[in-house]
């Protein structure tokens, strides 16, 4: 119950994430968005939620079922070859989902998906919320340049927006 009351009111009392990414931030985040797609033909999606509403903490919903509505509602799904990758952030769970489409299953796994978390947690422990994401995408590009590479002559079809969602 403790958990509960706790979790409810550190989504009660959430900032804004613009507090953590400003205008400078985001154009970082959508550069590094961009510069990643030019190594490969996946499409990286960030989105950041300061907190849910209030009855979907009452109700119980977690950070990972939000991203799958995120990746959802954001048409993540909507490429041509179900490559795209939701890089969802919540800052009142302090949780970091990546979802990925079906045109990765098989190729990128839950440890590797864990390590580009892993370099964004560091970087957030550490107060730097735009490095964070920077790294995050720079090494979720790594795994999408490996099984997407961009090939000579490739036309960069962007799938999705780069700059970041502020939800």
Request: charged share 25%.
């Amino acid at each position: 119950m403790a958990n509960r009351f706790t979790r409810l009111l550190r989504h009660l009392f959430a900032g804004p994430a613009a507090g953590m990414y400003p205008e400078a931030g985001l154009q970082r985040i959508a550069e590094a968005v961009a510069e990643g797609e030019a190594r490969h033909r996946g499409e990286i999606c960030f989105a950041v939620e300061p907190a849910l509403p209030v009855w979907q903490v009452l109700r119980g919903v977690q950070a990972r079922e939000r991203a799958h509505d995120v990746y959802g509602q954001l048409r993540v799904w909507d490429t041509q070859a179900n490559n795209g990758v939701l890089v969802y952030l919540l800052l009142a769970d302090h949780r970091i989902e990546i979802v990925a489409d079906r045109g990765l299953a098989g190729l990128v796994s839950e440890e590797q998906w864990r390590g580009a978390c892993i370099l964004m947690e560091e970087r957030l422990r550490a107060g730097e919320p735009v490095e964070a994401v920077v790294r995050g995408i720079a090494s979720i590009s790594d795994l999408l340049a490996l099984h997407f590479p961009r090939a000579p002559g490739d036309t960069d079809e962007n799938e999705l927006p780069d700059p970041p969602h502020l939800l």
